[in-house]
């Protein structure tokens, strides 16, 4: 039996896959959706890389660590660690090869920094709860408790532009690792304290330029090009 003229099979089947391999949004990705007041964007940001189970579970261990070898040896490790998994996860929610919702983001109405904007914002805020928690656990004073917030956005907003300039999530960890692990060993060698990269109080405002400068070149990196949707 032939198929009618006015029957497209191609179109049908294409229906069919779609409901075939159509994704239920989880509860908190309905939320996130009636915050956002975007589906696609709730979409992009509850399939960041860095803020899926694994990878939450992974920071929370390094900084729970972290906090056990602070409460042993007096030394800020907690402190010391969060910008370096904050930095971790800000790179890894910008990537082709590493988003398993690029394909989405590129055809979705939204515009790639928006979505990049939210995705770095909320992990930054997840970073920062879990690195308060394990600084209070250590029992670090009250100025390492919040003296690494500034140098974590600085380290996250360099490991960001790297991320955006050489389109690589891998490259932005690198970069922004490199650059605190030999800021943190300067420090050391300079004031013969290895917390005092995150305690001397005349770092702020370098922290604050870095920081500053980085998310300038994020804004530029991610600018849509006139004529081009």
Known sequence: MGVPDDVDLDRVWVGVAAQVWR?????IERLAAIV????GLARAL??????LPGSLIATA???AVGSLAARETGTPYAALLAPVAAAAGIAYSYGA?????WELIRATAVSDRMILLVRALAVFAVNAVLGLLASLASGAATVLT????LPMTAVCALAL???TLARSATAGLAVGTAAWLVDVASRRLAGGRLGAAVSDAALSVPYLIVAVCCAAVVVYAT??????S
């Open 23 to 27: 994704r239920r949004p989880h509860r």
């Open 36 to 39: 956002l007041r975007s589906p």
């Open 46 to 51: 509850t399939t960041t890389p860095s803020l």
């Open 61 to 63: 261990l390094i900084l």
């Open 97 to 101: 090869g590493t988003d398993p919702a």
């Open 146 to 149: 919040f003296g690494w917030l």
């Open 161 to 163: 532009a790297a991320a």
């Open 223 to 228: 600018r849509t090009e006139r004529g081009v």
